[in-house]
């Protein structure tokens, strides 16, 4: 292809929406709004934290979710899938959890007719929403065949493929006060993510609420706000957000400028960063600001949204060096540093 070809095929305009697809994302901001409130009857608080989970469901990506234990977790992702209308499963990640334990297996099974035959009996991954809760206490075998759920959207058992109910997310979460007998995720899987959402305390106010919520009568069931086949539209809606050509370079640049190696990121990240994120990490951000775009009812997107998701895609795919952790500085101290840099 020629230069001034490609200049132009770079240059061109991505096409607007279609009149039904402005229609769609009007209706997806209204029900974004109905979320927020239905969650609210259940869940305190935690507002960011349930936006953060709706970009990744549409965006068709699994999040990790970082906190101690009692900040509503579980909770927060059973009433998620129970508004949406979809099967959830959660999958409590022991060190003697073995492959077949999340996926199922072949059992030996009476036909009736005095024969026995190999049956396949599903196991908890067959859902829509999958709760990995404490991912890191499960050994290497385990992680990998979650692994391939996640990014295959399949499972092989026993050398037969079983192809996984869309919407398929998978929503894991590590406990980082106990590292005792855990198994950290390797990179590659935590790449693998879309998003680290950290979970903090709640403010007095919040904990307060919780305490008269929680400790009174039963919890509400909460209303179903969509189906499986709204999501999946609604999916392939976000792809088709438009982004201008310069929310792409944005994107790139950033991602580069945490890379230590290749000339592209700025001298004080030299001695902090031992290995930047990868490409995944650039189309999770673009991903991402759609899936924010679409949800705030907006038809294209923008800068903003492309930093509203920055500090969760990029945190859990840095790995800083030893100075960095000596001066008190987290990957998130150095994302937030990066983006700050990038408004001025």
Same mark, same amino acid.
């Given at each position: 292809m +020629? $230069? +001034?070809v490609l200049s132009s095929h770079q240059n061109a305009p991505e096409s607007s929406l279609s009149d039904d697809d402005v229609a769609a994302v009007d209706r997806l901001? $209204? =029900?974004h709004n109905r979320l927020r409130e239905e969650l609210g009857r259940v869940i305190v608080g935690q507002r960011d934290t %349930? /936006?953060?989970?709706l970009v990744c469901l549409f965006a068709r990506r699994h999040a990790l979710l970082m906190g101690v234990p009692g900040l509503a977790k579980t909770l927060l992702v059973s009433k998620l899938a129970e508004t949406m209308s979809l099967?959830? +499963?959660? %999958?409590q990640f022991t060190p003697d959890l073995m492959p077949m334990d999340i996926t199922g297996t072949d059992i030996l099974q009476d036909n009736g007719e005095g024969r026995r035959q190999f049956e396949f009996a599903h196991g908890p991954v067959f859902a829509n929403i999958i709760l990995a809760d404490e991912i890191n206490r499960a050994p290497p075998k385990t992680q990998a065949a979650m692994l391939e759920a996640m990014q295959e959207q399949r499972i092989t058992v026993v050398g037969k493929g079983f192809d996984l109910p869309p919407p398929f997310m998978v929503l894991a979460t590590q406990n980082p006060v106990e590292q005792e007998g855990t198994y950290p995720l390797p990179e590659a899987q935590l790449d693998r993510f879309m998003a680290l959402i950290e979970l903090d305390y709640p403010s007095e106010e919040e904990e307060i609420a919780i305490a008269r919520t929680t400790t009174g009568s039963a919890m509400p069931s909460l209303e179903h706000l969509m189906t499986g086949e709204d999501i999946i539209a609604? $999916? /392939?809606l976000v792809r088709r957000i438009p982004v201008p050509d310069h929310i792409y370079i944005e994107a790139a640049q950033l991602v580069r400028k945490t890379r230590p190696a290749g000339g592209t990121a700025p001298d004080w990240l030299l001695p902090l960063v031992s290995w930047g994120a990868g490409p995944r990490a650039v189309q999770d951000l673009i991903l991402?600001?759609? &899936?924010? &775009?679409a949800l705030e009812g907006s038809y294209m997107v923008r800068s903003e949204d492309v930093?509203? =998701?920055a500090l969760p895609v990029l945190t859990h795919r840095l790995i800083t060096t030893f100075a960095a952790q000596a001066e008190g500085l987290s990957a998130s101290d150095i994302v937030a540093r990066l983006l700050s840099e990038e408004n001025q």
């Open positions: +020629s $230069q +001034s901001g $209204q =029900v %349930i /936006d953060l989970l099967k959830f +499963s959660r %999958i609604h $999916q /392939d991402g600001a759609k &899936a924010r &775009a930093r509203c =998701v």
